[in-house]
Structures are given as C-alpha cells and as structure tokens.
C-alpha cells in the first residue's frame, strides 16, 4: 500500500518554465527523500530532508518539508527537456522497519 | 563504477517455472532491498537485508524468497512463477539505515510471466 500520494500525477510543461511536485503522507516520518526515474531506467537519489528541516537546495532542486501538514514539494526551476522523468518521494516509515517506501510519482514531461 | 547491478536484465517465464534474480552490489553497503514495481503503483518493498546473513519481510513477500549470504549478493528467488508476479525488479542498496542514507538502484529487470 502507498504511505501517501504525489500531485499530480502528470505534469507537462514548456523549457523554461517551474515544475512543482507535492507530496503527502500520513504517518511520521524520520525523513522524506526524492527520487528521480528516467524512462525504462533505475531510480537516482536528488535529495534527502530530514523531519526537523524545512528546506533544502540542490541546483535547480529546492524541496520543502512541512511536518505539521505531512506534505512535502518538490520545485525544479528553470526546467529543461532533459528533466522529463517520473519523479517519487519516499520516506521511512517507523512501523515497517524503517525501510523506505515510495508514493506512485509524478510523471513530468518538460516539452522543447 | 559498476554500483548495483542486476542479472538477467529481460526474462520471460512460464506459469510455475523458477528463476533467481541476482543482485550485486561493489560499494560495501550493510543494506540491501528488492522492490517491484508495477504501473501505477510506484515501488513496494518485497524483501531487504539489514547484514549479511540477515533476511526479512516487506511489505509483498508472498511467492518470493531471499538469501544474503555474501555482503555484496542479495538473490531474489521465485519458487514457481505466477502472471500476477510480472513486474519490474529492482534491486537496491544503502551504507545504512535509510532514516539517515539515500539508497542506490539497480537497473531493474523486466519479468514476464505467461
């Protein structure tokens, strides 16, 4: 079963623009990561945020953590084709091992 | 730089065939996982490792099994193949508990079961 849910599920958008990426969950969490998945490919890690932070920058990546509203964002600025991917927060859930478990991901089409 | 690499990539099997997928890892992580992953439904953890020699359950174990007897090997076998087991598999690994450590995926391995 998922532990939460990305929104949307499909994004597309033209080069240049944002692309924001939520997601939710339901029970606490240690911490919350995204994962990037390009077509027919493994899953690569782009940032871990930790349940006592509330942003983090890599690059273009910004992601935000609001703990009091179980939600995380994901906004990838200045998009580029190459972005095109589905993208998946996961988290570590304190009752299942505290192994990571995924969200079905948000597929984003970044057109030329 | 091989990372986590995953052997067969692509494998058809019929209804109550066996196979085991092999997963190896080269940058001497404690933890290892086996994921699936089917349209839709993002990645649901079958089983992971938190050692060599350690096994356990995730969240879909029914129909598969595990063994880590070397740190760098996680083997993911299926004992006889049913459709409902055609899937996408990935293999992944973590130094640590991933409450403070990003996991490294394999390339997954297409599995078709007819």
């Known amino acids: 079963s998922q532990q939460g849910e990305e929104d949307p599920q499909a994004l597309s958008i033209q080069e240049g623009e944002n692309a924001t990426m939520n997601c939710s969950y339901k029970t606490s969490i240690n911490n919350l990561q995204w994962y990037r998945q390009n077509s027919g490919r493994g899953l690569v890690h782009l940032i871990l945020?930790?349940?006592?932070?509330r942003e983090k920058h890599s690059g273009r990546l910004r992601v935000t953590l609001d703990t009091s509203k179980k939600s995380s964002s994901l906004l990838i600025t200045a998009s580029r084709a190459a972005d095109t991917a589905s993208y998946f927060c996961a988290r570590t859930k304190f009752n299942a091992g505290n192994m990571l478990t995924f969200g079905g991901g948000t597929r984003l089409m970044v057109k030329p | 730089n091989a990372g986590v690499t995953q052997t067969p990539k692509f494998r058809v099997l019929k209804t109550g065939q066996s196979m085991t997928l092999l997963c190896a890892q080269d940058m001497n992580h404690e933890y290892m996982y086996w994921y699936r992953q089917d349209p839709g439904m993002g990645l649901r953890l079958i089983h992971y490792s938190v050692g060599e020699g350690t096994t356990a359950k995730g969240e879909v174990p029914d129909g598969y099994n595990v063994s880590r007897l070397k740190k760098q090997n996680f083997l993911l076998g299926l004992e006889s193949a049913a459709p409902s087991q055609t899937s996408v598999y990935f293999c992944a690994s973590s130094y640590s508990t991933p409450r403070d450590t990003e996991a490294f995926f394999g390339q997954g391995t297409r599995l078709t079961v007819v």
């Open positions: 945020i930790r349940s006592n932070e």
